[in-house]
């Protein structure tokens, strides 16, 4: 069997350039190894309690997509308002930290809102500017001063990671890391109210179904969509592809969703330099606990960030908070991520610690409260940019495309992106198949 272009992989990626292709009448074939499409964004429901496989919320910088997805789901994602907290030294403040301290002990208070205004006088009087700073650590310092380096940035990202942060680039943050306007740090100084800052101080999400309708709505009328399929293997100098099933395709185009790393370990034909060179990505996995409460909403916060070595866990929030449809009537939902690498935490352990200290934070009165519990593991979820990264990353997706393989999407890019970036990389990658030709 031959098709013109292989798509290898059904999340949102795949999906979005299947879409693409099938709306210019363009042959090709999807294949997914799961039953249903979507990769990790997807849902699962429990005794009426709605999951999702962490917090998959709908951000959109282009407006021109946003209306395209928008009209793709039939009106049912609705535009929410986000509010976020960090809790450290016994009291919440709002997200984010480095713009909001009202609330915190004087002293803290003091050095943050001092630190930073100092770190950005000594910005203005250096001439000429510093070079940008190589890593992570180095650009807090820079940025915020010490006081909210030392409270926040470095024990919160240190514990989501599970990586020295002397190694961690700045090449991830975009616009996940805000840095905030001198007058809002200020403001944020002296009274304490939710802000607007931040990328994702709105965004969609339905009543109903969870955030796996935008799968369902990409992949709705889909032909050539082959579910429970996957890869064996990959001849890139045959342009050919072994399937679970045990049928051999060949291909002109092949566009791939999957993890960078398992591509090129089912490819022949990888040289043997970047075959090794790719055993440098790293990756930090997710555990997530999800809750359904008997108890009505305990907490107003959608998410809530833990820096504080008292909790293993980095942040923990409730989506029925923001989406009250979510929970059953009268009731809630509460969820708690644990980051990891290498192996998989006991789940006993880190069930036992999150009721734990959840009791102990009044979000719920103790286990008698939890309906049901629903644990999702997510290998790899969050891409690692140390030194190598970049370089290696480059070669890899070079080198695919000179032999018509293009990468997209989060783990295809071995990126930190959004839902938004992995649709938009499907389009573009149809996009580039049709003006071929």
């Known amino acids: 069997m031959r098709v013109s272009t292989l798509i290898a992989g059904g999340g949102l990626a795949g999906l979005a350039c299947a879409r693409e292709l099938a709306g210019a ?98 910005r203005r009087r250096t001439s000429p500017p510093s070079p940008p700073s190589a890593h992570f650590q180095d650009w807090c310092l820079r940025s915020f001063g010490p006081g909210i380096s030392k409270r926040f940035m470095f024990p919160y990202n240190r514990k989501l990671w599970k990586f020295p942060l002397d190694r961690l680039t700045t090449h991830w943050m975009g616009r996940f890391v805000p840095k905030p306007h001198l007058g809002k740090v200020l403001e944020g100084a002296l009274r304490k109210e939710a802000s607007a800052s931040g990328y994702n101080a709105t965004f969609l999400y339905p009543d109903e179904g969870g955030i796996s309708i935008l799968p369902r709505a990409l992949a709705s009328g889909l032909p050539n969509l082959w579910r429970g399929i996957g890869l064996r293997s990959l001849d890139l100098e045959r342009r050919r592809a072994l399937l679970t099933s045990g049928l051999e395709v060949g291909f002109d185009a092949l566009v791939s969703s999957l993890p960078l790393p398992a591509l090129v370990g089912l490819a022949k034909g990888v040289t043997g330099g970047l075959r090794k060179a790719v055993t440098a990505l790293k990756a930090t996995s997710i555990y997530n606990i999800n809750l359904g409460l008997r108890t009505r909403q305990p907490i107003p916060y959608s998410w809530v960030y833990f820096p504080g070595n008292e909790f293993l866990f980095h942040r923990a929030g409730s989506v029925s908070a923001c989406v009250p449809t979510v929970a059953p009537r009268g009731k809630s939902s509460l969820y708690v991520e644990f980051s990891y690498r290498g192996t998989r935490p006991d789940p006993v352990r880190l069930g036992r610690h999150a009721l734990a200290k959840l009791r102990d934070l009044g979000w719920i009165r103790g286990e008698k409260d939890v309906e049901t519990r629903v644990d999702l593991d997510l290998p790899g979820a969050y891409v690692i940019y140390d030194a190598r990264r970049d370089d290696v990353v480059g070669s890899l997706l070079s080198f695919l495309r000179e032999k018509g393989v293009e990468c997209v999407g989060r783990y295809g890019r071995w990126e930190y992106g959004s839902m938004e970036s992995a649709i938009a990389q499907g389009i573009g990658a149809a996009q580039g198949i049709l003006r071929k030709g």
């Open 25 to 122: 009448s363009r042959p090709y074939l999807l294949v997914e190894k799961e039953k249903d499409p979507g990769g990790l964004c997807r849902t699962v429901r429990s005794r009426g309690f709605t999951f999702d496989y962490t917090g998959h919320f709908l951000h959109f910088k282009d407006p021109l997509l946003r209306e395209k997805v928008m009209g793709l789901t039939g009106g049912l994602l609705r535009e929410r308002g986000r509010h976020a907290a960090i809790y450290s030294e016994g009291c919440y403040s709002e997200y984010p930290y480095q713009e909001n301290n009202a609330g915190l002990p004087p002293a803290s208070l003091r050095e943050n809102v001092l630190g930073i205004l100092e770190a950005e006088l000594h």
